[in-house]
């Protein structure tokens, strides 16, 4: 008899089943609640240290800086140069502080400190620049600029709007111009203007010595070019070339000549009366004008240069005075008065006669206009302080020389007319 197979479900496997997924939902259950709560915690602790990190890197930032000053530059005038440099090194110097919370690699730090060090002194020559700008641009616009043509033509566009700079790694600011690079720390105030010392003395001296001339006193040529060399040299030897370019009167309007002959003068400068040949054939020994005037802007000619521009404004000086001299006129009842003008203001006879007789004694004494002097019989000279004058010298000094043409050959005094 064949077997009969049941196909009713079988209850005890059903249940068995059952159960084992019930407990298997449990544990699923459960493993999820843990892996939640282990993930949220190993997360939150990562978010932490993301916040920190990201703190840190702030604080970097920070300290990092800005360059404020880029404020300062005209529009587009190099504008674009500052901020390509910025954005290039704030990249780096993020990148580095990075790897630095990483590693606290020393060597990092100092990467990243050198950045923050070129930022710093970027904004610092930008506020240089700035200021320089104003103050060519300033001397310009007040005529006092001067092109010796040394170089210094460079300026013209280094601080118009055509001066592109190029910025180095530590943030120096450097020009190129015609081809040659200068670095903005090294040229910065170095442009010329008028030599305003030697403008002042020369005038000066052209109108003192005309009124001497005027008042029938004598030109001390030895003295008036050994004045013009000390005050010229004291200048520098770019003092000195601006002076060679300088013309005294002012501007090319001035007229020379009478009646058909009358022409405009034209530049006066020394530079430009040696160069066209006008000059006595003693400024031309060494130097020629067919060899051009480069030998001008060479310092190792200054004291040349001096010597010879010198001697030409002692020459302008010396014509300043004949043409007071020619205007003097003797006054019989000038030696009646009870003294004279001279250094120091009016002066009676007694007064002039007592310095004069201290000077030709070499006696120590107190000159017209109030100076000690002492002999020194090992220097044969007077001094005052370090200034040393022979006796012959303090007369023309005290501007009594005239009335005492004979004092070093007889025992001279003034005396009035009768």
């Known amino acids: 008899m064949a077997r009969r197979t049941s196909y009713n479900p079988n209850t005890a496997l059903i249940a068995g089943e059952a159960r084992a997924r019930k407990y298997q939902s449990g544990f699923a259950a459960e493993g999820a609640e843990a892996f939640t709560k282990g993930f949220l915690t190993t997360y939150e602790a990562g978010m932490k240290e993301k916040e920190k990190r990201e703190a840190k890197m702030q604080a970097y930032m920070t300290a990092l800086g800005s360059i404020q000053n880029i404020n300062m530059l005209d529009d587009g005038y190099n504008k674009q140069a500052v901020t390509n440099f910025v954005r290039e090194k704030r990249d780096e110097y993020a990148e580095l502080a990075d790897i630095y919370e990483k590693t606290k690699d020393p060597e990092v730090m100092d990467k990243m400190n050198n950045i923050k060090s070129s930022f710093i002194n970027l904004n610092n020559q930008l506020k240089g620049l700035v200021e320089e700008r104003k103050m060519y641009t300033d001397a310009y616009d007040k005529d006092q600029l001067v092109v010796v043509g040394n170089g210094d033509e460079k300026y013209t566009d280094i601080y118009t709007n055509k001066g592109d700079f190029s910025i180095e790694t530590n943030g120096d600011i450097g020009f190129t111009s015609n081809g040659e690079y200068n670095k903005f720390t090294d040229i910065a105030g170095k442009w010329n203007v008028k030599n305003n010392i030697s403008e002042t003395l020369t005038l000066k001296t052209n109108l003192d010595v005309k009124r001497i001339g005027a008042k029938g006193g004598d030109f001390y040529r030895d003295d008036i070019k050994n004045n013009y060399v000390a005050n010229f040299k004291q200048t520098g030897k770019e003092g000195v070339m601006v002076m060679a370019k300088t013309d005294i009167t002012g501007d090319n309007e001035y007229y020379i000549g009478e009646g058909e002959n009358k022409r405009k003068a034209g530049n006066l400068s020394f530079e430009s009366m040696w160069s066209q040949g006008l000059l006595a054939d003693k400024f031309y020994t060494e130097f020629k004008p067919k060899n051009g005037n480069d030998w001008m802007w060479d310092e190792a000619n200054s004291d040349k240069l001096n010597n010879l521009m010198s001697e030409y404004y002692t020459d302008v000086s010396e014509a300043s005075f004949e043409q007071g001299k020619a205007n003097y006129k003797p ?32 006696q120590s004494h107190t000159d017209l206009n109030g100076v000690s002097w002492k002999w020194d019989s090992e220097l044969k000279t007077f001094t005052s302080g370090e200034t040393k004058k022979t006796p012959q010298q303090l007369l023309s000094r005290n501007q009594i020389k005239y009335l005492y043409p004979n004092m070093f050959e007889v025992n001279t005094e003034f005396k009035e007319n009768e």
Request: glycine share 10%.
């Open 331 to 362: 006054n019989k009842n000038t030696q009646r008065r009870e003294g004279a003008q001279v250094l120091g203001g009016f002066k009676t006879w007694d007064q002039i006669d007592d310095v004069a007789q201290d000077i030709k004694n070499k």
